[in-house]
């Protein structure tokens, strides 16, 4: 890939390489949503793509160098990376007055960062086939944007939010609250027990509800230590009441006929685990995998669940883009 080339098409971004721990091309891109936000994207591994390219849609909070080691292990396995800051979220541009909310006014607005990355990968004519591999709230925009046309040749969701893990009297006051502050115009303040303060930052590694792995977890209070620009606090209520109508707006609609793998850990008290189960039961070229032992996120777990995870993904990756 010529990246001279590239430059001359697409405006480049920062890309703190030092901490994301990717393969040694990585680069990233300032892209433009179509309501003008810049976004940013990073790529790492596109010269070595034997298999095609990997889109990567992050989960909440999530940003692209977090993904520089995931980047390294599908690099192995033949892929290019592509990611994504979602809008609100690392680089692209953040919506609220107080840059650590995790807010967005509409969750269809993701659409438009997906059309925007899409719109990149073409422009970038980055290796095919291209998969998809969803992350958390990453699951639920890529679900949305497979219904709404987005092509690839298969996908994976890892610990899927196509619903919160809320016990009914909390759902209902999440209804209730979220959507009296979007009415109320103040959409834009945290969620009840939320804050400015970062999940890894607060949390010990011992209470966290993320990972096993201590070496995962220390990466990413690095990352959160050395580059505060890329973090979030807690999500607002507005984000809440756009979740909980998309997840149950998405739980009426039928599966696309993609073929689909899906994981959750056991242990994930984030998402609720019932509407994957649901969801892949009726998914009739997909399968879903319930790990044992396992937290909310499965691609940094420790080494023999996250690197079994990548294998199975990657294999149904290459069976099926042959």
């Not at 960062?113 to 992350?135: F, R």
């Not at 890329?230 to 984000?239: R, T």
């Not at 073929?259 to 969801?279: H, L, N």
Request: charged share 20%; net charge negative; hydrophobic share 40%.
């Amino acid at each position: 890939m010529d990246w001279e080339i590239l430059t001359k098409l697409i405006e480049t971004a920062p890309l703190y390489t030092e901490i994301a721990e990717g393969p040694a091309d990585g680069r990233a891109f300032w892209l433009q949503a179509e309501d003008k936000l810049r976004l940013r994207a990073g790529l790492w591994g596109a010269n070595s793509a034997r298999n095609g390219t990997v889109l990567i849609f992050p989960g909440r909070t999530g940003y692209i160098e977090r993904y520089g080691q995931i980047a390294s292990k599908l690099n192995e396995q033949g892929f290019a990376s592509f990611v994504i800051d979602w809008r609100g979220h690392g680089l692209s541009d953040r919506l609220t007055k107080d840059p650590k909310t995790c807010h967005v006014d509409r969750f269809s607005d993701y659409q438009l960062d997906v059309a925007a990355m899409v719109q990149a990968a073409e422009k970038l004519d980055l290796p095919k086939p291209w998969y998809l591999i969803g992350n958390s709230m990453g699951a639920c925009i890529g679900l949305r944007a497979l219904l709404e046309g987005l092509t690839v040749t298969a996908c994976a969701f890892i610990a899927p939010m196509w619903d919160i893990n809320l016990p009914p009297a909390r759902r209902a006051a999440a209804w209730t609250l979220s959507a009296m502050a979007e009415g109320l115009g103040r959409g834009q303040i945290y969620a009840p027990g939320y804050d400015v303060q970062n999940y890894v930052l607060e949390t010990p590694f011992e209470d966290n509800t993320l990972t096993h792995d201590p070496d995962v977890y220390q990466y990413w209070t690095n990352q959160a230590r050395s580059r505060s620009d890329l973090s979030l606090g807690g999500p607002s209520m507005g984000w809440l009441f756009q979740s909980l109508k998309e997840c149950r707006a998405l739980s009426k609609m039928p599966s696309p006929g993609i073929p689909c793998i899906a994981f959750c850990g056991d242990q994930d008290d984030v998402i609720d685990i019932r509407a994957i189960e649901d969801r892949m039961a009726g998914w009739s070229n997909g399968s879903f995998e319930l790990i044992s032992n396992a937290r909310h996120d499965l691609l940094s777990e420790v080494p023999e669940i996250s690197e079994s995870v990548i294998r199975k993904i990657c294999g149904l990756f290459t069976s099926v883009g042959r």
